[in-house]
């Protein structure tokens, strides 16, 4: 079991960029392959990237290749989110989240995590 708790969301300007994290506690984080998601009012939740149990391998939505990066620090048990040259699209609700330790997955599916952040919140304005 982990628990997972979003920071770093809030108001920007487009081009700007925010650094969102994620800090997990309850089990061995490095365990626990990660991902972060996005919500908007009225539509479905959407992948943006995810990270490997190591941090070596990542994935990412290609609309946010290119712009986002996805990091972790297994010894302070966080997953980080830096966004640069934010859009107004990129308005969202993002959510951290985890799939249950010992499995590969860190791809765009949600049903195959197991563990949310209550989110937070990211507004760019024009």
């Known amino acids: 079991q982990v628990h997972l708790v979003e920071s770093g969301g809030g108001l920007v300007q487009t081009g700007g960029s925010l650094r969102l994290s994620c800090a997990a506690s309850?089990?061995?984080?490095?365990?626990?392959?990660m991902g972060w998601f996005r919500q908007t009012p009225g539509k479905e939740r959407e992948f943006v990237a995810g990270?490997?149990?190591?941090?070596?391998?990542?994935n990412y939505a290609d609309s946010v290749k290119g712009r986002f990066t996805i990091a972790r620090d297994n010894a302070k048990n966080t997953v980080f989110l830096q966004m640069n040259s934010l859009k107004p699209e990129d308005t969202a609700n993002y959510y951290c989240?985890?799939?249950?330790?010992?499995?590969?997955?860190?791809?765009?599916?949600?049903?195959?995590?197991?563990?949310w952040g209550q989110g937070t919140q990211v507004t760019v304005s024009s």
């Open positions: 989240a985890g799939v249950t330790a010992g499995r590969s997955y860190y791809g765009p599916t949600q049903r195959q995590y197991d563990y």
């Open positions: 309850g089990s061995t984080f490095d365990n626990y392959p």
């Open positions: 990270i490997s149990r190591s941090g070596i391998s990542t």
